[in-house]
């Protein structure tokens, strides 16, 4: 019906706003705020449903999925475009995984340490395409 809610454990609507055409959401790491997918799109809202941030222009049809990363910092979209895109909380793409042949219909980060134990390796794993494909950074 293209609403955001925000409901408790015991069923109640704790909140509740406009969010467009809404395949997909998620609480950032931190509890502070949401993220949802609208259309070709993805919005950043405060817990309120203030919009703090938009991500688009990175895709060519609509948005099916969308995670954050562990951190907060990054966050990660798949779309019916064949491409996930990697972006910071400025709204800037920072990356495009190519290669898949069908819809991305889930995305994941994995915080697992490289061997140095310097920064994070983000993987993004793709569930529901026909052949099972895969892309990492």
Request: hydrophobic content about 30%; aromatic content about 10%; proline content about 2%.
């Amino acid at each position: 019906d293209g609403t955001i809610k925000v409901i408790d454990f015991e069923g109640n609507v704790k909140k509740s706003f406009n969010g467009g055409y809404v395949l997909d959401a998620t609480f950032s790491p931190d509890g502070k705020s949401i993220l949802a997918t609208n259309w070709y799109s993805a919005v950043l809202y405060d817990l309120e449903g203030n919009i703090l941030q938009t991500f688009t222009g990175g895709h060519s049809f609509p948005v099916n999925t969308l995670a954050f990363s562990p951190d907060g910092k990054r966050i990660l979209t798949g779309s019916r475009d064949n491409t996930s895109k990697l972006w910071d909380l400025k709204g800037r793409e920072l990356k495009s995984l190519i290669g898949h042949t069908d819809w991305v219909n889930a995305s994941l980060f994995s915080g697992r340490k490289n061997h140095n134990n310097r920064k994070q390796k983000w993987i993004n794993k793709t569930l529901g395409c026909r052949r099972g494909e895969s892309a990492s950074l």
